[in-house]
T-cell receptor
Framework: DTEVTQTPKHLVMGMTNKKSLKCEQH?????MYWYKQKAKKPPELMFV???????INESVPSRFSPECPNSSLLNLHLHALQPEDSALYLC??????????????FGEGSRLTVL | QQQVKQSPQSLIVQKGGISIINCAYE??????FPWYQQFPGKGPALLIA?????SEKKEGRFTISFNKSAKQFSLHIMDSQPGDSATYFC?????????????FGTGTRLTVIP
């Protein structure tokens, strides 16, 4: 069983809706990630938080807004999404760069469908 | 630009056979090479990983072979089982600097036939 918990597992939203994806980990990791995965493709990095500060933003459109309220939680706020944003959104965690062992632990993902 | 190249795209193996998936990379700064296994509708799970100071790592039926001079590494699944049917991703990262940004290969869909 994964130690990175994502909710909801499935989300259907219209293009005018505002919703959020949530991620929680209790492994003491201080780096957390959002990845997007389309069908039959590898995960693509969206955002990285290190010590609760945004350290990497891979040129993601502003309709995706990440938030890291504390060291255990990571949110992804969604607004005015497009149908092409439908994908599996994966959260991951790891030790931060100064303690990095390389291991990245993924949650089971939130399947997003935009109508 | 694909930092990590993976082949084959799909693989069909008989039960009990050996599954072999290959990856190649260009960036010599990479120092961590994991393999992830992903079942449909699930997140990727770390299967096995290797660092460039060793040429081989074995965990149960799974073995990584690493060739630093050729900048290649491969996953061998011995005695393949139907339960191994999944998509496998190789990856590479630099753990020395920056966040752990994994560069994934394109994935291999493995089907093990009973």
């Amino acid at each position: 069983d994964t130690e990175v918990t994502q909710t909801p597992k499935h989300l259907v939203m219209g293009m005018t809706n505002k919703k959020s994806l949530k991620c929680e980990q209790h492994m003491g990791h201080r780096a957390m990630y959002w990845y997007k995965q389309k069908a039959k493709k590898p995960p693509e990095l969206m955002f990285v938080y290190s010590y609760e500060k945004l350290s990497i933003n891979e040129s993601v459109p502003s309709r995706f807004s990440p938030e890291c309220p504390n060291s255990s939680l990571l949110n992804l706020h969604l607004h005015a999404l497009q149908p092409e944003d439908s994908a599996l959104y994966l959260c991951a965690s790891s030790h931060p760069p100064d303690r990095n062992t390389g291991e990245l632990f993924f949650g089971e993902g939130s399947r997003l469908t935009v109508l | 630009q694909q930092q990590v190249k993976q082949s084959p795209q799909s693989l069909i193996v008989q039960k009990g056979g050996i599954s072999i998936i290959n990856c190649a990379y260009e960036n010599t700064a990479f120092d961590y090479f994991p393999w992830y296994q992903q079942f449909p509708g699930k997140g990727p799970a770390l299967l096995i990983a290797i660092r460039p100071d060793v040429s081989e790592k074995k965990e149960g039926r799974f073995t990584i072979s690493f060739n630093k001079s050729a900048k290649q590494f491969s996953l061998h699944i011995m005695d393949s089982q139907p339960g191994d049917s999944a998509t496998y991703f190789c990856a590479a990262s630099r753990t020395q600097t920056g966040a752990n940004n994994l560069f994934f290969g394109t994935g291999t869909r493995l089907t093990v036939i009973p």
